[in-house]
């Protein structure tokens, strides 16, 4: 964002992984709503941390399966 664009709301939800550690950070700036996030904005945003993180462990999985 330029210094003229700064984000109203920022929300941060954590990736984690099945030990609960965390392995990344999406990140939601929305300049243009004006308000908080909603309920199902938030929930959105928590399903797709969920899925990022399968995804992840599914390619370290795969990663060390090619490497046998």
Known sequence: FAASESPAHVVCVPILNYQHHVTGLIEVHDPRHGGPLGP?????????????????????????????
């Not at 969920?50 to 060390?64: N, V, Y």
């Open 40 to 68: 199902d904005e938030r929930l959105t945003l928590e399903t797709l941390a969920w899925q990022a993180s399968t995804a992840f462990e599914r390619a370290r999985t795969l990663d060390r399966m090619h490497d046998w």
